[in-house]
């Protein structure tokens, strides 16, 4: 069988062969000479056509009617025409050299025979013309017949001078007198009628069809040589290494094939139309006789028609050869692409499987690496299928004869190599996989039984087991569990290590050696359990006494221990009797306390394992998380299902999650697995990786952020994909909250540990721990609503740690000069969130809270900052155990706070203390280092006394009279009050309201203030006046409006005074607190006086009673 090379390599010859036989035709039909390797195709200039010569043609000074003489010479006639002789020399030679090339070779070779007709002329003109004939006639001349002038004078001038000038012709001529003698030589059937002839010429019908001719010769000749060079550069054409450019090839191909198609059935129609000229002529006359030309022209045109048509055939066949070449290789390229693309994608499968640890560590591990290597499947199954596909289009190309078959075949069994090879290693790893996860399975069954063992261990409550019923009812349970072992536990070691030798890894045989022993050591606590509980249910009967009893009297409250001990003693071992009772009780005391150690260092590691197996599982989810989702976003192949709004987020959706994983991947999971068998020393490891665990700060700020960005891409098809190929059931933003989760969870294991290690080595360690991850909460949670504040100019930072944070009710009163701004507090408060820095105090005001999830977290709008150098608090405010006040600037601005519970008001006084504190001591530790004048007292005073306050009062001139009232601020002390009182209780400085203090002055060291002096100042019984109104809380409360006249009778117990109202005559109990309130509140330095003239004296205007606090910024020298 022939190639198809081969194939177009002879479609090419014979088409080459025809194209020289169409070269031939064309050259009859146009009169000219050619070679077997020249003719029409050649590019060199051909003879004249009538079309370049129609001007010269049109004068008619020589014409070629078609005739022939009798042996067959082609007649040229010259008639009459007078202005010969003014002819261009040109003009004579391109005419004569056009109508000499119109006869065949053949013709021409025999001779011309040229007729002058020059009746009409003179003898000069005669001669001139026969001259010019001589010098510029182009082919070969047979003769010369001229119809000689028919005047006399002419006629016998041309016979004397044609004899004397009959050599200088050079040629054969001969003189005509008549028409008649012109038969004699030619047949007058070869002749117009002008020369005695039968034919009938018209000059302008003969140009026409010469034009006509040529035109078509023409297009047949330009047709053949575009036909041979595209034949040409069809065969030369080599094929392209790649399928664009094939494809572009084989479509410029095709459109010049169409182009050439187009061009042969526009010649073949011309040629019809020509050859329909031809014969017009017996179309219209049946007995017309055609002329020697006419039908040379008619065979050649005729011939040259069936060469086109055979031509056509050939060439499509040539064509459908190459066309059928560059589509075979067109599908060769194709094959060879695909070819690549697919081997490269079963490399990196290869690659993928051959990196693909088959290795896991507990059965929740070996599901995730099987559910990856199914993962893997999937994407090989996908490859392997294309592969095979690829190769079964290369055998069906190889079936179809392609020329490319050596190329095809070796690519087809490599892909089917590769894919089996594919296979065999996915089947290998599988099954490896499914055996590890069987062992992991048998070795997870097993070590749960001992779980659930130790765990009945620790369950079963110990003093119910003292009694007969409750151990035989223990003993029965644990017998019951022991029937499970078999189903559960791993009986043969050995077995197991030799029935699983394949996927052994070092890990897995030291997991099943683990295992192994954990179950002898849960067999062994259960062996003990049966025996001591055995012991504990076996039947209590009265000793047998071998010799005479002695009457005795026997406590029926003998433990079992004592009786079981006296069985075993004879009579004559009576004293060992009476002396071991005792100490078998206290065996019983201090086995109990051991079986109670016992079971809780089996809940202590019960715990401890729940900690182990969640981190280890948070880890793998975090890896999972990193690699299926992180690192995608940065794969080539996965960038376009990633929309716009995702590009170049990913610290922003993930924040510093990988942070978060390299830490307990690389750290802190191995430094908990340190602290296995010592579960209650583990808060050490809390402990020493506390400031690690502060990175999960930065993730929560970040969660509102990463929260909304999920929001907005959440239906992408980045995001489905990857949950697809993780097989995860739950999205995204399921995982993103895992380490909020995580965090929180310490917390729960943590307090779990410290129950059951009360008493242990490490049960401070755990406390401490627990008290670090709560402050590390409560550092997340402050920062989540820090960063939510809005509006504040400043560098939050500078403002120092945020101390705490909360929602409160605020009144505010403003000083103008002497006067006070009416009293807002009776006005609807404004609700403000208060964040305590330690150097400023932020009001802010908290905006509605939208969205979901993270994004429902409120914000903050900063309205007011105080700073906590120039802030001073007051307890107690307005009659409310819920309200304190807030103010700086010796009260030039008060702020009225009332916190939602009296815990939240105690927990924020003692943190506010705790700041002024520290700036007290500071202030004081810089004061020192100045001039003793400066701002403390001589050394004969009080050595700890400063001023709190810019202002003193008129009261302060008498220094005895303060001493003995001990008018005082509230000491900023470190030692907290007492849970009676939630500050500190003091009577003021008896000050005249028209004074301009507002505040408080003392000359003692507020730090040196003793609490007990507090409680001694309690009111005494008498009358007062009420300055607000107050709601009985109870039954036996009392409840009183502003005004009212109020007596106190006695004080009762919890700090609660029975009280009556004069005005409305009722009676009942109000509390201390509230009552100082109530009554310490008077616009005016109302003086209380008690009825007995116990006590008495002047409370101030300012919130007496109560104590108040100023900071540093306040201290004058």
Not at 55 to 81: C, D, T, Y
Not at 246 to 263: A, C, S
Request: aromatic content about 6%; proline content about 4%.
């Amino acid at each position: 069988m022939m190639s198809l090379l081969e194939l177009v390599q002879e479609g090419r010859g014979v088409l080459s062969g025809l194209l020289h036989d169409l070269s031939a035709s064309i050259g009859l039909l146009t009169r000219r000479s050619c070679g077997p390797t020249d003719g029409i195709l050649q590019s060199e200039d051909g003879p004249l056509c009538a079309a370049e010569i129609g001007s010269e043609l049109q004068k008619q000074f020589a014409i070629r009617p078609g005739g022939r003489g009798m042996n067959g010479n082609p007649v040229i006639v010259l008639p009459e025409f007078p202005d010969f002789s003014e002819l261009e020399e040109e003009e004579v030679q391109n005419v004569l050299g056009y109508l000499s090339n119109i006869p065949s070779v053949a013709a021409s070779a025999v001779g011309f025979i040229l007729v002058i007709d020059r009746r009409l002329d003179r003898w000069a003109a005669v001669r001139a013309t026969l001259l010019r004939i001589a010098g510029s006639f182009p082919g070969n001349l047979h003769l010369v017949l001229v119809l000689r002038p028919t005047t006399l004078l002419q006629r016998t001038l041309s016979d004397f001078l044609f004899k004397y000038n009959r050599d200088e012709f050079k040629m054969k001529v001969v003189m005509l007198s008549s028409v008649t003698e012109l038969h004699a030589y030619i047949d007058p059937g070869q002749l117009t009628t002008e020369l005695g002839g039968t034919q009938e010429y018209r000059h302008d019908s003969w140009i026409s069809h010469r034009t006509a001719i040529e035109a078509f010769a023409l297009m047949v000749k330009t047709t053949a040589q575009t036909l041979q060079a595209f034949g040409t550069e069809l065969a030369e054409t080599e094929l392209p290494n790649d399928a664009e450019a094939t494809t572009n090839l084989l479509h410029t191909h095709t459109l010049k094939k169409d182009k050439m198609t187009e061009d042969l059935q526009v010649a073949q129609s011309q040629g019809g139309q020509l050859l329909e000229c031809i014969n017009e002529p017996l179309q219209t006359d049946p007995e017309y006789i055609m002329t020697s030309d006419e039908l040379e022209n008619l065979a050649t045109v005729q011939r040259l028609l069936g060469q086109l048509d055979e031509t056509e055939t050939a060439f499509d066949e040539f064509w459908e050869r190459h066309r059928t070449k560059l589509e075979q290789c067109l599908q060769l390229r194709h094959f060879e692409q695909h070819f690549r693309e697919v081997r490269a994608h079963l490399d990196v499968t290869s690659e993928r499987l051959s990196g693909f640890s088959e290795v896991s560590v507990s059965p929740a591990h070996a599901e995730h690496v099987l559910r990856e290597l199914s993962g893997h499947e999937d994407k090989a199954c996908d490859a392997l299928d294309h592969a095979l596909s690829l190769a079964c289009e290369g055998d069906r190309l190889i079936d179809n004869s392609h020329y490319a078959e050596d190329s095809i075949r070796p690519k087809c069994s490599e892909l089917r190599g590769v894919c089996e090879e594919i296979s065999s290693t996915l089947r290998s790893k599988k099954s490896f996989l499914l055996r590890a996860m069987e062992l992991h399975h048998a070795l997870e069954k097993a070590s749960q039984w001992c779980e659930d063992g130790i765990f009945l261990l620790a369950s079963q409550p110990v003093d119910r087991c003292q009694s007969q019923d409750g151990a035989e009812a223990a003993l029965q349970e644990l017998e019951r569990y022991l029937d499970t072992a078999p189903l559960h536990t791993i009986a043969d070691r050995s077995a197991i290590c030799c029935q699983y030798e394949a996927v052994l890894t070092t890990q897995l045989r030291d997991q099943v050696e683990r295992v192994f022993q954990k179950q002898i050591s849960v067999q062994e606590m259960f062996e003990k359990r049966r025996v001591s509980l055995k012991k504990l249910a076996a039947k209590q009967t009265r000793p047998v006494q071998p010799v005479a009893p002695r009457p005795e009297v026997k406590s029926p409250l003998s433990s079992p221990n004592q009786q079981r001990k006296e069985r075993r003693y004879s009579a004559d071992n009576t004293i060992c009797k009476k002396v071991e009772p005792p100490i078998h009780n206290d065996g019983t005391r201090h086995a109990s306390l051991s079986e109670e150690e016992e079971n809780l260092a089996v809940l202590r590691r019960h715990v401890m394992n729940e900690l182990l197996e969640t981190e280890r599982a948070y880890v793998e989810e975090l890896l999972c998380v990193l690699e299926g989702y992180a690192a995608e976003m940065d794969n080539p192949a996965m960038a376009h299902l990633i929309p716009s709004t995702l590009l170049s987020k990913k610290v922003v959706l993930f924040g510093n999650m990988s942070e978060i994983y390299q830490f307990h991947k690389r750290t802190f999971l191995k430094e908990l697995e340190a602290y296995t068998d010592c579960p209650e020393l583990v808060g050490h490891c809390f402990l020493e990786r506390m400031k690690d665990l502060q990175i999960y700060e930065a993730y929560c700020q970040n969660k509102p952020r990463s929260e909304s960005l999920w929001r907005q891409c959440s239906d992408c098809a980045f995001f489905q994909e990857c949950q697809k190929k993780l097989e995860h059931k739950l999205g995204l933003d399921s995982y993103l909250l895992k380490p909020v989760q995580r965090i929180t969870k310490y917390q729960l294991l943590l307090k779990e540990l410290l129950k059951y290690s009360k008493g242990c080595d490490g049960c401070d360690d755990l406390q401490q721990a627990l008290s670090s991850i709560l402050g590390i909460l409560k550092a997340v949670n402050d920062s989540m609503h820090l960063i939510a504040i809005t509006g504040y100019e400043g560098n939050l930072s500078d403002l120092g740690r945020l101390l705490m944070q909360g929602s409160f009710s605020v009144w505010t009163e403003h000083k103008k000069g002497h006067a006070k701004v009416k009293d807002l507090a009776r006005f609807k408060p404004m609700q403000r969130h208060l964040f305590l820095h330690e150097k400023a105090l932020l009001f802010c005001k908290r905006r509605e809270e939208n969205g979901e999830g993270y994004e429902k977290a409120p914000s903050y709008s900063f309205k007011h900052s105080l700073s906590m150098t120039a802030v001073g608090i007051t307890e107690s405010a307005k009659g409310d155990n819920k309200k304190f006040e807030v103010w700086c600037n010796s009260r030039d601005e008060v702020f009225i706070v009332q916190a939602p519970t009296p815990e939240i008001k105690t927990s924020w006084l003692n943190e506010i203390r705790k700041v002024l504190t520290q700036q007290l001591k500071a202030c004081r530790d810089a004061s020192q280092q100045k001039s003793s004048d400066s701002v403390f007292p001589s050394p004969t005073s009080n050595s700890s006394s400063i001023s709190l306050s810019p202002f003193r009062s008129s009261g302060q001139k008498n220094q005895k009279k303060q001493e003995e009232k001990k008018a005082e601020t509230s000491s900023v002390s470190d030692s907290s009050s007492s849970p009676k009182h939630k500050g500190w209780t003091k009577a003021s400085l008896s000050v005249d309201a028209s004074e301009e203090n507002d505040g408080y002055s003392s000359s003692e060291d507020p730090m040196n203030s003793d609490p007990e002096d507090e409680a001694g100042r309690k009111l005494a019984p008498g009358k007062y006046t009420v300055v607000a109104d107050c709601e009985k809380a109870g039954p036996q409360e009392l409840s009183v409006k502003s005004g009212d006249i109020v007596q106190l009778i006695r004080e009762g117990e919890e700090g609660q005074w029975f009280v009556k109202n004069l005005r409305s005559s009722q009676e009942g109990w109000v509390a201390t607190a509230n009552l100082l309130s109530l009554i310490s509140k008077s616009k005016s330095s109302q003086s209380l006086s008690s009825s007995d003239g116990s006590v008495s004296g002047n409370l101030s205007t300012s919130s007496s009673c109560s104590e108040t606090y100023t900071s540093f910024s306040d201290i004058k020298p």
